[in-house]
């Protein structure tokens, strides 16, 4: 395991102590095990499994454990981990009971978005509906959803970090609209299941994040950003650099989502990532000014009568409830992330 990553992970039992002793010898259930969330979430679980002794069981769904087994070959190696082929909209035969769900399957590729935003409804909603039903009926006493902050739709230019209490949404009548309206009928699921069959589900509305595992070709533009550092090449802005953002490093996020399984309160939302906002203009400098880069270009040019776009939490909810605040700055975490890339 590279040095930064086992640093991390160490950090990361550290801040979630307390927490184990509660899954001593539970069986869990993870769907979406294999994205960048899910790495850190089966990076954490294994490593607590194997350090305390815990004797914990998890079963991951994934639509390719060959693709899996070659990202993360000695996660796919651990004996507590058993890898089962399929995906959620026709789940495979799994045998016995679980005690815990983490379900966070979803394709949130912006391609997929828009070649097929009927398919990308269906796997967040239908898929939902399934797991949740498999978990109904096999005994779960705990179920963790991983949703978005993209279910409150375009944030108003005066709300400078977005509640949960927020009752906003996304244009209903957009096709492009189908991942963040599938989620918010993802967490409706999730509302009933709770109060219709008493499967406790917290939901954890996650919004932008940076660390190791995260893909820097994909839509994440500060994935995008520290390509280009990597590359020894200019960080290019495609934009006019005025969306504003917030970055919570991935040692805090799984963090927090650990707290949320087991601490959090069932058939409750909660907003996860940072409350530190900045353009998109400025994240391309600081990720330049700290890996020392070869400097930004920023294609587009603001137009000043329109109001920047913005997607910023506010995180007063987990911090107050659950005691949950950031740990790691942007800055730090971005050297973490380039010393890990760079191994």
Excluded at 74 to 84: F, I, K, M, N
Excluded at 139 to 151: D, E, I, K, N, Q
Aim: proline share 6%.
């Amino acid at each position: 395991m590279a040095g930064v990553l086992a640093s991390d992970l160490d950090e990361v039992l550290t801040l979630t102590q307390g927490l184990w002793e509660p899954l001593r010898g539970a069986r869990m259930l993870v769907t979406g095990g294999t994205g960048f969330m899910g790495c850190w979430l089966m990076e954490s679980l294994l490593l607590a499994n194997r350090r305390f002794a815990l004797g914990i069981e998890v079963v991951a769904l994934t639509r390719r454990p060959d693709v899996f087994a070659a990202k993360a070959p000695h996660l796919a190696q651990d004996p507590a981990l058993r890898l089962v082929q399929g995906n959620v909209l026709r789940w495979p035969a799994v045998e016995g009971c679980f005690s815990h769900l983490i379900h966070g399957a979803t394709d949130a590729s912006g391609a997929l978005l828009e070649a097929n935003p009927a398919l990308m409804f269906d796997t967040i909603v239908e898929g939902t509906r399934n797991t949740l039903e498999l978990a109904h009926s096999r005994g779960v006493s705990r179920t963790l959803f991983l949703g978005s902050g993209a279910v409150y739709g375009r944030q108003p230019a005066a709300v400078e970090r977005v509640k949960e209490s927020y009752l906003g949404g996304p244009d209903c009548t957009d096709p492009l609209a189908a991942y963040a309206e599938g989620k918010r009928a993802a967490e409706t699921l999730c509302g009933i299941y709770t109060c219709q069959h008493g499967l406790p589900v917290v939901v954890a509305r996650c919004f932008a994040f940076h660390g190791p595992h995260l893909p820097l070709d994909l839509h994440f533009a500060i994935g995008n950003f520290l390509r280009d550092v990597l590359a020894d090449s200019p960080i290019v802005v495609k934009g006019d650099g005025t969306p504003r953002r917030s970055y919570l490093y991935a040692t805090d996020l799984v963090t927090w989502l650990w707290h949320l399984l087991v601490r959090g309160e069932g058939g409750r939302a909660y907003n996860v990532g940072s409350e530190a906002d900045l353009s998109i203009a400025e994240l391309a400098d600081i990720v330049n000014r700290t890996l020392c880069g070869k400097g930004v270009r920023v294609l587009g040019t603001p137009d000043p009568s329109r109001e920047p776009e913005r997607y910023v939490p506010s995180t007063q909810r987990i911090r107050e409830e659950l005691g949950l605040v950031p740990t790691v700055s942007l800055e730090e975490g971005l050297q973490r992330t380039a010393a890990w890339h760079r191994r």
